[in-house]
């Protein structure tokens, strides 16, 4: 069954240097997630998005993280440049909309990020 | 600030024994809440909420609103049961931003 796809699966940087994850989302899902999930601790959301447009950024590092929703569909998440502490798993998440009844979030498979 | 406490970062019980992994939260309004749980090499998956109030491979959890609390809890462990598992509320309406806790692993030895 098609879930959410992201890609790649691991990434190992030197600080300072620029990586970028992609994500692609439940066909027909119209809002889309990123986490950052730090070794220990539970995910947090960095930023979410209503088909393209941004519903809630205010835990994203903006001086160094960006991410975008072109089209509504795919996402890049950009974290330019990096630090140690930037190591961790980035989760994507979809659900099908947002507002009224909850809806269900569903979840990728994660990029693992060691930053060195 | 919404703050989700989950005080057991690890929790190890024999199969067949009862479960019960404890979550507190601080929230503001009348949020929904959910777990969500992780088996190895797998992906963060809905396990259950608690407006639906099913159970849901043998587990349930009551919300208690008086202590804020939605402990979830399983009567017999199965082996199939160890993972790692995440309490989370939400607002009932609007942007429905998860806040997860900080997990709790699960280990359900034969």
């Known amino acids: 069954e098609a879930g959410v796809a992201q890609s790649p699966r691991y990434k190992i940087i030197e600080k300072r240097q620029s990586v970028a994850f992609w994500c692609n989302p439940i066909s027909g899902h119209a809002t889309l997630y990123w986490y950052q999930q730090i070794l220990g601790q539970g995910p947090k959301l960095l930023i979410q998005?209503?088909?393209?447009?941004?519903?809630?950024d205010s835990q994203l590092p903006k001086d160094r993280f960006s991410a975008e929703r072109l089209k509504g569909v795919d996402s890049t998440l950009k974290i330019q440049p990096a630090k140690l502490e930037d190591s961790a798993v980035y989760l994507c998440?979809?659900?099908?909309?947002?507002?009224?009844?909850?809806?269900?979030?569903?979840f990728g498979p994660g990029t693992r990020l060691t930053v060195l | 600030a919404q703050r989700v406490t989950q005080p057991e970062k690890l929790l190890s019980v024999f199969k067949g024994a009862p479960v019960e992994l404890k979550c507190n939260y601080s929230y503001s309004g009348s949020p929904e809440l959910f777990w969500y749980v992780q088996y190895s090499r797998q992906r963060l998956q809905l396990l259950l909420r608690h407006i639906s109030r099913e159970s849901i491979k043998g587990f349930t959890a009551d919300l208690n609103k008086g202590e804020t609390s939605f402990h979830l809890k399983k009567p017999f462990a199965q082996e199939e049961d160890s993972a790692m598992y995440y309490c989370a509320p939400i607002h009932r309406w609007g942007a429905q931003k998860l806040v997860f806790g900080q997990g709790t692993r699960l280990t359900i030895n034969p």
């Open positions: 998440a979809s659900s099908l909309g947002w507002g009224g009844f909850y809806n269900e979030q569903f």
């Open positions: 998005f209503q088909n393209n447009g941004v519903v809630d």
